[in-house]
């Protein structure tokens, strides 16, 4: 198994556009039910990424009786900033003058 990268796939993302509307913590459920009013999209599929998401430190959890509540852990300007940075250096070996031209 390759290991997971740092970045965000598009999913990911979608899902933490989910938890940054909102203002208190959120759940799976949440989570799922905003996807799912969308997409056709399974319960373990958003309760995996998620998790994923925690270990690489775009989400917060605590745990509330049974359920996981989640929280940014990165504020969404702080998220967006590291994507263009990233993307700029892949894809312009760092240099934004060709993106802006």
Known sequence: MRPKSPTLTANELEMMKIVWQHDAAVT???VYEALRAR??????????????LEQKG?????Q??????YQ???PRQQVIKAMVREFVDRVFNGSAQPLVT
């Open 72 to 74: 940014p852990a990165k």
């Open 39 to 52: 997409r056709t999209i399974a319960y373990t599929t958003v309760m995996t990424s998620m998790k994923t």
């Open 58 to 62: 775009y989400l917060k959890a605590t």
């Open 28 to 30: 799976v459920r949440d």
């Open 64 to 69: 509330h009786d049974r359920a996981y509540l």
